[in-house]
C-alpha cells in the first residue's frame, strides 16, 4: 500500500464523483423505464425536472474529472520516486495489472461523457427531448464505467508494493525491452509514413466530408501517434536517442509538453468519435466537431515534427 | 458572467446568512492549507539542506543501533576510483543535565576546506585564524538561549567522562536563517568534538563520500560492501526517498482526518443551502415568472456557490500564508517537528508549489460544489405559481 497527500485528495474526489452518481442513478433509472413524453401524468413531470438534476450532475462530474486528470498524470509521476526502479510514472502504472486498465478506462470514459454532454446540448435545443433514451442509455454505460473504475483505483492503489522493483520506462519501451512490438510487424519508418498518410486522408476526408471515414482514420491516428511518439518523436524531445517513453514528456525537464501533446491528440480523437456518434443519433449536423478534431490532429502532428526540424537544424543531423 | 454578478448582488443581499458559511468555510481552508504549507515548506528546505550532504554515507550498526565507525577505512575508500573525497562525520547528542535538554553537537574538520565552506554561510565575518586559537564553538540563537538561562555566556563547560571539564568558549551565534536544521546545535572543531562525545582518536560518527558523477554512485556502493560488508550505506536518494515519505505520511494522515471532519460538515452546507426562506422562494418564483428557465436558477446558484468557495479559498489561503510564513514557532511546526527540546526558534521558508495548491482546491472546493448540487435543482423547480401565491 502506498500513501500520500495527493493519493488522499485524488481518492476522495474520485470517491465524492462516484457518490453523486450512485445518487443520480435512481433519477436515471425511473426516467429510462417510465419516460413517456405525450403522458400528461404528474409522474412525467416530475421526470423532466429530474433531467435537470442529472444533466447539472455530469456537467460536474466531467468538469471535475477533466481538471483532476493532469493532477492524476502527476500524482503517478510523483509516487514513481517510492517505488524502487520506477523513474517515471511507466513503472508506475506497470507496478501491477490494473494499472494500464486504469489510464485506458479513464480515456473511455471522458470520451463518453463528453459525447453526452453534447448530445445533452442538442437535445435541450428540440422541444420534445427526443433523444432522451439514447442519452440514458448512455449515461447507464457512464454509470457502469464510473463505478467500475472506482473499483478498479481501489485494487490499483491498494496493491502497489513498495518492494518489489518494477520497471523503468527504458526496459519497457527501450531497445532491449522486447516486450511491445511494433504492430503489423513494421519497422518505425514504416509507422512514419503510415502516421502522415493518415494525417493527408483525415485532412482529405474532412474536406470531402466523408464522416465515417474520418472518424475510422482518427481512431487509427490515435493508435498510430502512440507508436510514433514513443519509439520516434519522444526521443527528439528528450535529445536522446535510448530514450522512448510516452511519460516522461509529461515531466518538468521537458517542459510538460506530454500535456500538450496527449491533451491535443486525445482531445482529436474525441470529437471525432463525438462526432460521429452524435450525428448517427440526432438530426444535427456536426460539422464543427470534425473541424475541432482536425485542428486538435494537426497540432499534434505539428508540435511533433517541429521537434525534429528543430533538432535538426541545431545540430545537423537526425537521431 | 452575468449570473456572476446577478449572484453577488443576491449574496450581499443576503449577508448575515452567507457570511456564516463564509467564515466557516474560510476557516477550513485556513486550517488545511497551514497544514499543507508547513508540510510543504518544511520538505523543501530538507531536500535543500539534503542537497549538501555527502552522496553516500557509511554507518556501522551494533544491534540495529548506531555505532563509532572506524575512521582507518577512509584512506582506503579514497583509493576508489569515481570517489572525490571521503571524510569522517561527527556528530551526536549531548546531554545538558542541569536544563534536561539535549544538545546537537556537530565537529567539522576547519582545516578541510569543503567543510570550512559549509561553515561560511552560517556566520559571517567568520575568521578560521581567531576561531581556532582556543576551543571554540558557534552555536544557534536557540542555544544561546538556553546557555544565558544558566549564566553561560561566554563559555560552556561541557562534562566529559574521566576527565575535567571540557571549557568551550561561545565564538558567535549563527545567521537565524538556517535555524531550521540546525535549531539545537553547537559547532565547533571535530577534536573537540570527539572528546565531548567520547569517541576514540581513530573512531567517527559516520563516513561521508563525496561522488561528483551520480552514475557511478550504484557502482561505488558494490565496491564499499567489499570493504566493509557489515556497515550501513545509505545513498542520498535513500535519504531523499526517506524524507519524503516521512512528511507525505504524516500530510496524508492529517489529511484523512481533515476530510472526515470535513465530511460531517458537508452535511451542515448541504441544509443550509436546501433550506430556503419564504422570500427566498418567492424571489425564484418571479425570477421564474419573468421568464427564467431551470437552468437559469441552477446558473445562479452554482454561481452564488462559487463565489462564495472561491472567496473562502482565497482568504482561507492568505491568511494561512501569512499566518505560517511570517509567525514564528506556530502551532503547525510543532505537530511536524515534536518535541520541545530546546527553545524554537523556527520560521519557514516561504514556499508555494501548485501541487498543494491542487490539492487545497480537490479537497475544498470540489466537495463543496458537490454538496451544493441538489439544493441548487430542488430550489430551481419550485412550482413558480406556487411559490409567489
Redesign the interface.
Known amino acids: 500500500m502506498i500513501?500520500?497527500?495527493?493519493?488522499?485528495?485524488?481518492l476522495?474526489?474520485e470517491g465524492?464523483?462516484g457518490?453523486?452518481f450512485i445518487?443520480s442513478f435512481y433519477f436515471a433509472y425511473m426516467i429510462l423505464t417510465r419516460w413517456n413524453f405525450n403522458s400528461p401524468s404528474k409522474l412525467q413531470y416530475t421526470l423532466e425536472?429530474r433531467d435537470?438534476?442529472v444533466s447539472?450532475?455530469l456537467y460536474?462530474a466531467l468538469t471535475?474529472k477533466v481538471i483532476?486528470l493532469p493532477?492524476f498524470i502527476?500524482l503517478l509521476n510523483?509516487l514513481s520516486?517510492?517505488l524502487p526502479g520506477a523513474m517515471c510514472a511507466a513503472g508506475v502504472v506497470s507496478a501491477n495489472e490494473y494499472g494500464q486498465i486504469l489510464l485506458i478506462l479513464k480515456v473511455v470514459i471522458i470520451f463518453v461523457s463528453g459525447t453526452w454532454l453534447i448530445l445533452n446540448a442538442k437535445d435541450?435545443l428540440e422541444v420534445n427531448l427526443p433523444y432522451i433514451k439514447s442519452r440514458y442509455y448512455l449515461y447507464l454505460a457512464l454509470f457502469f464505467l464510473i463505478i467500475l473504475e472506482l473499483f478498479v483505483e481501489y485494487l490499483y492503489f491498494t496493491n502497489i508494493s513498495t518492494e518489489e522493483v518494477v520497471l523503468c520506462c527504458s526496459a519497457i519501451y527501450g531497445a532491449n525491452s522486447g516486450g511491445l512490438t511494433l504492430p503489423l510487424g513494421l519497422d518505425i519508418v514504416g509507422i512514419l509514413y503510415l502516421f502522415y498518410a493518415t494525417w493527408v486522408l483525415l485532412f482529405l476526408t474532412y474536406i470531402k466530408k466523408y464522416w465515417f471515414i474520418n472518424t475510422a482514420a482518427n481512431i487509427m491516428y490515435l493508435v498510430l501517434s502512440f507508436y510514433a511518439l514513443t519509439y520516434f518523436f519522444s526521443t527528439y524531445v528528450y535529445e536522446l536517442p535510448t530514450h522512448k517513453c510516452p511519460y516522461c514528456l509529461f515531466q518538468k525537464e521537458y517542459h510538460y509538453i506530454g500535456y500538450l501533446l496527449w491533451g491535443s491528440l486525445i482531445g482529436g480523437s474525441f470529437y471525432a468519435i463525438a462526432g460521429l456518434v452524435v450525428s448517427k443519433l440526432t438530426r444535427f449536423k456536426t460539422d464543427y466537431l470534425y473541424r475541432n478534431s482536425l485542428v486538435l490532429d494537426t497540432i499534434f502532428i505539428l508540435v511533433c515534427t517541429l521537434y525534429v526540424v528543430a533538432y535538426y537544424l541545431k545540430n545537423g543531423v537526425f537521431l | 458572467m452575468n449570473f456572476f454578478k446577478f449572484a453577488s448582488l443576491t449574496l450581499i443581499r443576503n449577508l448575515s446568512k452567507n457570511i456564516v458559511i463564509f467564515i466557516f468555510f474560510t476557516l477550513f481552508i485556513f486550517i488545511a492549507s497551514s497544514f499543507i504549507f508547513t508540510s510543504s515548506s518544511l520538505q523543501n528546505s530538507l531536500d535543500a539542506e539534503l542537497k549538501g550532504q555527502p552522496d553516500i554515507i557509511i554507518q556501522h550498526k551494533k544491534a540495529s543501533r548506531n555505532h563509532p565507525i572506524d575512521n582507518s577505512i577512509v584512506d582506503e575508500i579514497n583509493e576508489i576510483p569515481g570517489v572525490e573525497k571521503a571524510y569522517e562525520r561527527v556528530f551526536g547528542y549531548y546531554f545538558f543535565d542541569t536544563a534536561n535538554r539535549y544538545i546537537n553537537v556537530i565537529g567539522i574538520d576547519f582545516l578541510d576546506e569543503d567543510q570550512e565552506k559549509q561553515i561560511k554561510h552560517l556566520y559571517e565575518n567568520f575568521d578560521l585564524k581567531v576561531f581556532m586559537q582556543k576551543d571554540n564553538m558557534l552555536i544557534s540563537s536557540a542555544v544561546k538561549k538556553l546557555f544565558e538561562q544558566y549564566y553561560y555566556d561566554k563559555f560552556f563547560n561541557f562534562i566529559v567522562e574521566d576527565e575535567e571539564p571540557k571549557k568551550v568558549y561561545i565564538s558567535g551565534v549563527f545567521d537565524k536563517r538556517v535555524n531550521l536544521f540546525l535549531n539545537d546545535a553547537v559547532i565547533m572543531d571535530i577534536a573537540i568534538a570527539k572528546d565531548i562525545l567520547g569517541y576514540e582518536e581513530n573512531e567517527a560518527s559516520e563516513i561521508g563520500i563525496v561522488v561528483p558523477n551520480k552514475l557511478e554512485i550504484d557502482n561505488i556502493v558494490q565496491k564499499l560492501l567489499v570493504i566493509t560488508p557489515t556497515s550501513k550505506i545509505i545513498t542520498k536518494n535513500n535519504m531523499y526517498k526517506y524524507s519524503h515519505e516521512l512528511y507525505d505520511y504524516k500530510g496524508g494522515i492529517f489529511l484523512s482526518l481533515f476530510i472526515t471532519s470535513f465530511l460531517g460538515f458537508l452535511v451542515i452546507f448541504y441544509s443550509q443551502a436546501s433550506s430556503i426562506s419564504g422570500p427566498g422562494k418567492k424571489q425564484i418564483g418571479i425570477l421564474r415568472a419573468i421568464g427564467w428557465s431551470i437552468n437559469d436558477i441552477i446558473k445562479w446558484k452554482m454561481s452564488e456557490a462559487m463565489i462564495v468557495s472561491f472567496v473562502s479559498f482565497l482568504s482561507g489561503i492568505l491568511l494561512s500564508y501569512f499566518y505560517i510564513f511570517l509567525f514564528k514557532n506556530n502551532i503547525f511546526v510543532s505537530i511536524f517537528l515534536g518535541s520541545d527540546n530546546v527553545y524554537k526558534d523556527i520560521s519557514l521558508e516561504p514556499f508555494f508549489d501548485i501541487n498543494s495548491f491542487a490539492i487545497l482546491f480537490f479537497i475544498t472546493i470540489v466537495p463543496y460544489l458537490a454538496s451544493t448540487l441538489h439544493p441548487a435543482w430542488k430550489s430551481s423547480i419550485a412550482d413558480p405559481t406556487e411559490a409567489v401565491k
Open positions: 500513501f500520500s497527500k495527493s493519493l488522499v485528495a485524488f476522495f474526489v465524492t464523483i457518490l453523486l445518487f425536472k435537470y438534476f447539472l450532475i460536474f471535475s483532476l493532477f502527476n510523483s520516486e517510492k435541450k
